[in-house]
């Protein structure tokens, strides 16, 4: 019983991951069906799951919008600041945990956009399909990670499981690539009028007088889809900024010849984009058969995606890709702000796999009975049971 007193937080973390298989959530649902797919399964390394406290936590803290990201940061160091008022037995100890709060919390935030791991990896049934991300960037845009190569996304995808990716740098064209470890098909995301417009294809360069008509307003935007046609390539909306600028134009976009929309965009300004507003622009491409698509828009940040697509190289229309996508994800645009702090580790561990749960079970049950373990007075913990039990008394 001095346990359960002694190590409330761990017993409290216990029930949760038990309660928490109640209410499961699968770790990926076809985006525009929300059913489960029977044709991909994600994979997990071992690592990962030997890690999986670690590793879910990580990817629980890379799907989140901006605003629920500051909302969940500022909630957890609150949250240790009060445990370590609570839990300090002197005034040093409560100071120490006190000053480690915003350290760990902040660590734990870096540790999820930098830290290498090993990463859950998409597969699928299907061999006539190929597992193909839209929209990508290298160090080539201005808003790459420094010394984020082609060659470094493309690991990064393939670790992921994707056999093909898009890469689209901002106004810089992509001439495509065979000879790496996946295939980096060639591609531009051009900055028009109040949106960002991605080209799949071999664009070509625009002139300065079509840049200043696509830049002018929504009827010379809408010039660039018919542009990109002539060079043999598609012409995709990008998330948010069709949604946040051009939400009352997107017939016109239609009538202009738009081949499809982004309808998952793993990019935390993107992921505001409700499910309600995926239902609308489904609707839209599905009564015009455009395509449909999920992008990682991965900028060199963040190691894992948040969506694949199942697709034919160079396919048109609604039912030529499938979207895959981490419901945890889905959910950004549809829960509150202010519940961040809860609502994401309480959707990660629904989301918990049976392999992932017996680790954290594990994880846990180590670490309550390493603190059960009687030693002798004033002695803090040391590095294990064993030792200490190998340890010659002197009394
Ligand atoms: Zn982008």
Redo the contacts with the bound molecule.
């Keep these: 019983m001095r346990v359960l007193a002694r190590h409330p937080i761990a017993w409290l973390l216990l029930i949760l991951v038990i309660v928490s298989a109640f209410f499961p959530l699968a770790p990926i649902v076809d985006a525009v069906t929300g059913a489960v797919p029977g044709d991909a399964a994600l994979t997990r390394p071992a690592l990962y799951v030997i890690l999986a406290p670690l590793s879910n936590t990580l990817d629980a803290l890379t799907f989140l919008t901006i605003e629920r990201a500051k909302v969940l940061l500022a909630t957890w160091v609150i949250l240790f600041v009060l445990w370590g008022i609570v839990a300090g037995r002197t005034r040093r100890g409560r100071l120490i945990r006190i000053g480690l709060a915003p350290i760990v919390v902040f660590a734990l935030a870096g540790a999820a956009v930098t830290l290498p791991r090993p990463v859950p990896a998409l597969e699928s049934a299907d061999s006539d399909a190929t597992i193909i991300d839209f929209?990508s960037?290298t160090q080539a845009s201005h808003d790459g990670r420094h010394g984020w190569t082609d060659d470094d996304l493309a690991r990064w995808h393939a670790d992921q499981g994707f056999e093909a990716a898009y890469v689209?740098d901002h106004n810089v064209i992509y001439p495509g690539r065979e000879n790496g470890v996946i295939a980096l098909l060639p591609g531009v995301?051009w900055s028009v009028y109040r949106q960002?417009i991605v080209a799949l294809g071999r664009a070509q360069p625009i002139d300065s007088t079509s840049h200043a008509l696509f830049s002018k307003d929504t009827p010379g935007m809408l010039k660039l889809f018919d542009y990109l046609h002539q060079q043999g390539a598609l012409a995709i909306a990008?998330i948010p900024e069709y949604w946040e600028n051009h939400r009352e134009d997107l017939e016109q976009f239609v009538t202009a010849g738009v081949d499809g929309f982004e309808i998952v965009n793993c990019a935390p300004k993107a992921l505001r984009f409700s499910s309600a507003d995926r239902a609308d622009v489904l609707l839209l491409a599905k009564s015009h058969d455009l395509l449909v698509t999920g992008a990682s828009?991965n900028h060199g940040w963040g190691k894992v995606t948040c969506v694949w697509n199942l697709s034919q190289v160079g396919a048109k229309g609604f039912r030529a890709n499938e979207v895959i996508a981490r419901p945890i994800a889905l959910a950004q645009g549809d829960e509150p702000v202010w519940s961040a702090g809860f609502d994401q580790p309480w959707l990660m561990l629904r989301s918990l796999t049976a392999g992932e749960r017996a680790s954290w079970l594990t994880w846990i049950a180590v670490y309550l009975i390493y603190m059960s373990v009687p030693r002798r007075q004033g002695k803090r913990a040391s590095i294990g049971i064993l030792a200490r039990d190998l340890t010659p008394q002197r009394d």
């Design positions: 929209h960037h689209t995301e960002h990008s828009d």
